[in-house]
């Protein structure tokens, strides 16, 4: 089974700050991985993903994201929070050998950036 | 511009109603989904299907019914029996691993 955990419900940060949401998950074999970000009343937006090879993925808006296989952890991060990064934030994940089974979304963490 | 569509937007209904709602893709995607959202559970989910004429159930199945006639439409029906409907529903569809997902279709019932 795939599972993935977001243990923060809520993460505050000051604008101008580093930020970093976290996400830790669980398959039996290689992990694909994702962050999509969704502002209020609206659809998920694609971040990043991470399939295989450098640990560090860069996606958009300036956010990245670090593959740490040993963790089992994939947490979000950027060096700058924005006022406008406030928003709620998912972390799936899918087992590469599953096939074509669908994502697995973690409960999401709610971001907001103080000016 | 490609995308998915979902509507309505904003959707009220009755107690014992069924409601219909739609989604749309243009992208050419084979795999279609849909998601209920609820404040604090995060996304589960409903009904998929991979390809056409075929679809399979999620982890909330109950209450709701799906069909996949054309590759480009994916309708879901909250029918009476679905206990708590009130919610935020997403579609999404599927190239290679990555979900692309629609605006959402917030259903309240009254």
């Known amino acids: 089974a795939q599972s993935v955990a977001q243990p923060e419900d809520q993460v505050n940060v000051a604008e101008g700050n580093p930020l970093t949401v976290k996400c830790t998950y669980s398959?039996?074999?290689?992990?694909?991985l994702f962050w999509y970000v969704q502002y209020p009343n609206r659809g998920l937006q694609f971040l990043l993903k991470?399939?295989?090879?450098?640990?560090l993925v860069k996606g958009s808006y300036g956010f990245e994201a670090e593959f740490n296989k040993s963790q089992t952890s994939f947490h979000l991060k950027k060096p700058s929070a924005l006022v406008s990064d406030s928003a709620l934030y998912f972390c799936?994940?899918?087992?590469?050998?599953?096939?074509?089974?669908?994502?697995?979304f973690g409960k999401g963490t709610r971001l907001s950036v103080i000016a | 511009d490609g995308g998915i569509t979902q509507s309505p937007k904003y959707l009220f209904r009755k107690e014992g109603q069924n409601v219909t709602l739609s989604c749309e893709q243009n992208l050419n995607h084979d795999a279609m989904y849909w998601y209920r959202q609820d404040p604090g559970q995060g996304l589960r989910l409903i009904y998929y299907s991979q390809i056409v004429n075929d679809f399979q159930k999620g982890d909330i199945a109950e209450g709701y019914s799906v069909s996949r006639e054309k590759k480009e439409s994916f309708p879901l029906t909250v029918t009476s029996a679905q206990k708590n409907p009130t919610a935020f529903y997403l579609c999404?569809?599927?190239?290679?691993?990555?979900?692309?997902f629609g605006e959402g279709s917030r259903l309240t019932v009254l």
């Open positions: 799936a994940v899918r087992d590469l050998a599953s096939g074509n089974t669908p994502l697995v």
């Open positions: 398959v039996s074999g290689n992990p694909y």
């Open positions: 991470y399939i295989t090879g450098d640990n």
């Open positions: 999404a569809s599927r190239t290679l691993g990555e979900l692309f």
